[in-house]
Nanobody, 116 residues
Framework: QVHVVESGGGLVQSGGSLRLSCLFS????????MAWYRQTPGAQRTFVAS???????LHETSVKGRFTISRDNTNNTAYLQMDDLKPEDTAKYYC??????????WGQGTQVTVSP
């Protein structure tokens, strides 16, 4: 059974950086598309970035040039490097692992809070 566990969230000032990690277990990591989503209270979970097994990257428009998704198939981990953070980036960030058209597996999330 696939599991993903997020880490690396915290409190940072505007303009600061954080790196989120998503540790994958339970199957062959290299075959999964890994993605990051975020959610604020009362709102829907929204897409942030994804990386395919072939290392094709996709970033949501508002984070392009500031956030970078990557994967390390040796360590079964996906990362989200977040630079130039803004207060509007404050959210709970979730990792998703998917190997087909279904919804995939979600982690419990990690909170990111950016102060003005």
């Amino acid at each position: 059974q696939v599991h993903v566990v997020e880490s690396g969230g915290g409190l940072v000032q505007s303009g600061g950086s954080l790196r989120l990690s998503c540790l994958f277990s339970g199957s062959e990591f290299a075959k999964y598309t890994m993605a990051w989503y975020r959610q604020t209270p009362g709102a829907q979970r929204t897409f942030v970035a994804s990386v395919t097994p072939g290392n094709i990257l996709l970033h949501e428009t508002s984070v392009k040039g500031r956030f970078t998704i990557s994967r390390d198939n040796t360590n079964n981990t996906a990362y989200l490097q977040m630079d130039d953070l803004k207060p509007e980036d404050t959210a709970k960030y979730y990792c998703n692992a998917r190997d087909g058209p279904d919804t995939g597996t979600w982690g419990q999330g990690t909170q990111v809070t950016v102060s003005p």
